[in-house]
């Protein structure tokens, strides 16, 4: 996930009886939501519905309290998972030409997406260092410009370890 995103966070109770109970949601140990869930015999579903506010990984653990005497095995009554919440993407804006990206740092700009500006020579030429940024837009940059290195490891980069890249045309690409 990424910061700002909202989720559903689902409990899935399976149980032998009917019941009801009161379903405890914490968040790294802090109360984070509950609801009086009538539980059905089978399978259970319930959403907890957050927002990813903070980088970082938050442990969930959800803890079923019945309020009835037919809970006899109370030990599988809680259970935990965690998600992980990157900052927001990070792009590489790759110029052929200084200001060639000023619309494109415009749009990502008006998004809320960060950003990092290179010229074809500045880009990372070390794949673990490219891989600091979620794409890599290329505006009006030519093969040439770039070589036969660098592009070997943007097709690296997307084929092999899923990343995005855009490439905007312009007189000196394609």
Known sequence: LYKGEDYDIRVE??????TKGILRLYANRAPAGSQEVQIQKGRNVFLFRKTAEAAGTVVYE??????TSDDT???NNRMSSYVR???PPVVALVEGQE???RELAKIMKAGGLEFRRFTPHTLPDQLDEMMKFDAIVLA???YDELGREK???LDNYVKSMGRGLLVTGGDNSY
């Open 73 to 75: 095995f109370r030990q």
């Open 99 to 101: 200001e060639e990206g």
């Open 140 to 142: 009006n940059v030519g």
């Open 13 to 18: 109770i399976n149980s032998t009886v009917e």
């Open 85 to 87: 919440i990157e900052g």
């Open 151 to 153: 592009t070997e490891l």
């Open 62 to 67: 959800a803890e079923l309290e019945t309020l």
